[in-house]
C-alpha cells in the first residue's frame, strides 16, 4: 500500500549502490506514492537497485548523465527521465522538475508552480513558501560525506530530510 501524498525526492546519486539501496528502504518503508529524481544517476544499471520501489518514478537528467538513451531504456519500466525543465502534475499540484539551480528563485517567485525539485548542488536546499523548494542534497554522499534524500508531504506541503547513514 502507498501513501500517494507522500513524494520521495532523491538527487545525485551518482552510482551509489549503498546510497541508491538506503533510498529505496526508506521510501519502501514510508510507503511513498511517487519518486523523483532530479539527475545524475550515472550509470544506467542504477534502474536494477531501484526496480522495487512499486511506484511510479519521475526523474530528469543532470549534467553528467551522458548515456542517456541507455537510462532512458533501462528506467522505462519505472517511469521516465526526461531533459529540463520537465512540469508535470501531480495529486492536484504542479510540479517542476531541473538539475542546475539555473532560475530557481525566478521560477519560485513566478508563483506558476507548487513544487520546484533540483540538485546538482549536493547540498540540501528547503524553502518552504507558497512554491516550495527543495533540493534533497545527494543520495550518493561522495562530495559531503553525507547521504540524504528529502520526503515531501502534499497535505502540509512539509519537507523532511533523511539521512541514509551512508
Partial sequence: MTNSHLVGI????????????????IFKDRQIGLLLHAGDYIAPFNAG??????????GVFGNNDGEKFGLKSRFAELGD???APHPFDYAGKRFLMLHE??????????GHYDVIVYGHTHEIDV????????????TGGWTTGRGTVALLDLDSMGVEIVDLCV
Fill in 101 to 110: 539551480p539555473d532560475e530557481v528563485d525566478a521560477l519560485q517567485a513566478s
Fill in 81 to 83: 527521465i526526461h531533459r
Fill in 127 to 138: 524553502r518552504e513558501d507558497k512554491t516550495v523548494v527543495i533540493n534533497p542534497g545527494e
Fill in 49 to 58: 537497485w531501484m526496480k522495487d520501489i512499486g511506484v511510479t518514478m519521475v
Fill in 10 to 25: 532523491m538527487a545525485d546519486s551518482h552510482d551509489n549502490k549503498v546510497g541508491v539501496e538506503a533510498a529505496i528502504r
